[in-house]
């Protein structure tokens, strides 16, 4: 009897940590209960419990619910492009961050494409979206007011608790902030940027309680922002192969999408690398913790999963 329990213990072991799957191995763009996605590259939290993720070959800003439902909110496969206005009217190209500010229900997203950040809220009861920061005709690196700011190939936004919006700039290899109307630069690899360090190719950040961390796919490095003070390389027991997405659960541990393995790996006290996720994914580009539950996007089988922590 001892025997068969710790069998049974272990069996629910390994059924608890399978993942659940939203969507097939099949690209395509339907919403409901049997959903086809196409790329989901980034996911933020969202209301009820619900996560809001870019779909990003469909151009479109989806809700995924633990039961398996998907909406799209706004954005299609069709609507390729560059355009502000309402959601019938809207365009979008190369989307690669989103974040959501609960407080006052508005979604920004970022544009590799564009090189915009723009605003997604209520006006006359529908959904609007405008550009807050950005040169869409002009491509480069320039600090200053935020319609006059340039940036280059943006991929992630995270947003701060007093106003401030900060993005992820992979051409310039910066973290940049805009508040009040004026674009600054936070973090960088050159000599005008106040914090420096080695990025390469930083390409997703997350906050972890007052700190940003911040992976970079390019050096296969993962960095701590102590904003104001310092940049700190964490010294893995590992390596990493190409960490594509990072999340904090605010208790002590860092989650990783690292893209080269195919797993998504836990970081504990900024030191200690382990797997948590290794089968039936497919270049996992993204990680979100909310309610308990561990987000995946898993971009090259079109799919959201999600396991329990």
């Given at each position: 009897m001892?025997?068969?329990f ?16 939203i ?7 339907v ?17 009820n419990?619900k ?5 990003f ?21 069709e ?9 019938d ?10 974040a ?8 920004y ?9 723009r605003?997604i ?14 040169n869409q ?21 995270l947003?701060?608790?007093?106003g401030?919006?900060?993005?992820l ?31 390469k ?24 922002i102590?904003?104001?003070?310092k ?5 893995l ?11 904090s659960?605010?208790?002590g ?15 504990e ?10 089968k ?24 959201i ?5």
């Amino acid at each position: 009897m001892k025997h068969t329990f710790t069998f049974l213990f272990f069996l629910a072991l390994i059924i608890n940590i399978d993942a659940q799957v939203i969507g097939t191995t099949e690209a395509g763009f339907v919403d409901g209960s049997s959903p086809l996605l196409d790329k989901p590259i980034r996911m933020t939290p969202y209301k009820n419990g619900k996560i809001l993720f870019i779909d990003f070959n469909n151009n479109a800003v989806r809700v995924a619910s633990a039961n398996g439902e998907v909406e799209t909110l706004i954005g299609a496969t069709e609507k390729k492009g560059y355009k502000d206005g309402f959601a019938d009217v809207a365009l979008f190209a190369g989307m690669h961050g989103v974040a959501y500010d609960k407080k006052n229900d508005i979604i920004y997203i970022v544009s590799a494409t564009n090189n915009v950040i723009r605003k997604i809220s209520h006006k006359d009861n529908k959904l609007f979206v405008e550009t807050i920061a950005g040169n869409q005709k002009e491509k480069g690196f320039q600090d200053g007011d935020a319609l006059s700011a340039k940036f280059n190939s943006l991929h992630q936004i995270l947003l701060g608790e007093n106003g401030e919006i900060y993005v992820l700039d992979i051409g310039n290899a910066k973290v940049r902030m805009l508040k009040d109307g004026i674009v600054s630069t936070v973090a960088g690899n050159d000599d005008i940027s106040p914090l420096k360090t080695d990025f390469k190719y930083p390409i997703d950040m997350a906050f972890d309680k007052k700190d940003i961390v911040i992976c970079d796919a390019g050096n296969a490095n993962i960095y701590r922002i102590i904003l104001g003070n310092k940049i700190v390389t964490l010294d893995l027991n590992e390596e990493l192969k190409m960490p594509h997405g990072i999340c904090s659960d605010n208790n002590g541990t860092l989650y990783i999408a690292d893209m080269g393995t195919h797993k998504i790996l836990k970081i504990e006290s900024d030191h200690k690398l382990s797997t948590v996720v290794d089968k039936d994914l497919n270049k996992p580009a993204a990680v979100i913790v909310d309610n308990g539950l561990l987000w995946i996007a898993d971009l090259y089988n079109h799919q959201i999963k999600y396991i329990k922590l």
